[in-house]
């Protein structure tokens, strides 16, 4: 009778939560919350940064080709139009490399920096360098006394350069010799395009040069390459 009169009553507080305990049950459950609301806004956050960059990088672009770009079988807007798109995809390029942060999806401006590599490589490759190659090679082989000494010698340092070009990118992934490819490929074009502005002509070297890094197909680089082998040693 005691025991339950008496001792039981008296002892109940004991099973009671403190207050200290309630309280800091309460403060650990808001700083939860907290936590996880501000990992959330950080996301989200990145997440905007990223779509932003990406809107960014397309809508520069387009700024400055209102359609997509095209040659017009004119050296000097060609090669004009190369540069401004070359220049571009740099832009681009170096954007893209710049963004430290996570992508989370959004990553369009990697695939419009991909495709537009592509696309350089095939509007130079087919529009501009094959044709020029190919007359090139062919006035190469109808060489003879009569054939102009600095006519002959654009055609060969041409040829050399272009090909210490090719073997060095394909042997370690880099270009190298580039100063020397860019003097004679100006003066080349000056040969081949003399109603181009200089300004203009000098170009080509660049553009070269990045057709080269931009260029997935390596097989047609070693094709190229013994091609040129052999035109120089006929």
């Known amino acids: 009778k005691d025991l339950f009169s008496g001792i039981l009553p008296a002892d109940r507080n004991l099973f009671s939560p403190i207050k200290e305990f309630l309280r800091?049950?309460?403060l650990t459950a808001s700083l939860g919350l907290m936590s996880w609301l501000l990992v959330w806004?950080?996301?989200s956050g990145i997440m905007t940064f990223s779509f932003f960059h990406n809107l960014t990088t397309i809508k520069d672009f387009i700024a400055e080709f209102k359609e997509p770009p095209a040659l017009k079988q004119d050296a000097t807007t060609d090669l004009w139009t190369l540069e401004r798109m070359?220049?571009?995809?740099?832009?681009i390029e170096s954007d893209n490399k710049r963004?430290?942060?996570?992508?989370?999806?959004?990553d369009s401006s990697r695939h419009v920096e991909a495709e537009l590599k592509r696309r350089?490589?095939?509007l130079l490759g087919s529009g501009f360098l094959k044709p020029f190659e190919l007359s090139l090679y062919k006035k190469m082989e109808h060489v003879n006394r009569d054939t102009s000494q600095d006519v002959m010698a654009d055609y060969v340092g041409y040829s050399v350069a272009q090909l210490r070009l090719l073997t060095s990118f394909l042997k370690t992934g880099k270009i190298?010799?580039?100063?020397?490819?860019?003097?004679?490929?100006?003066?080349?074009?000056k040969t081949e395009y003399p109603n181009v502005p200089p300004e203009i002509s000098s170009?080509?070297?660049?553009?070269?040069?990045s057709y080269i890094i931009w260029s997935e197909d390596r097989t047609k680089m070693r094709t190229r390459v013994e091609l040129m082998q052999k035109v120089l040693i006929n």
């Open 24 to 26: 800091w049950r309460r």
């Open 41 to 43: 806004i950080f996301l």
């Open 86 to 91: 070359r220049i571009e995809i740099i832009d």
């Open 99 to 106: 963004w430290f942060l996570p992508w989370f999806g959004f």
């Open 120 to 122: 350089y490589v095939n």
């Open 176 to 189: 190298a010799n580039v100063e020397e490819f860019n003097k004679v490929s100006a003066s080349l074009m």
């Open 203 to 209: 170009l080509y070297g660049n553009l070269y040069c």
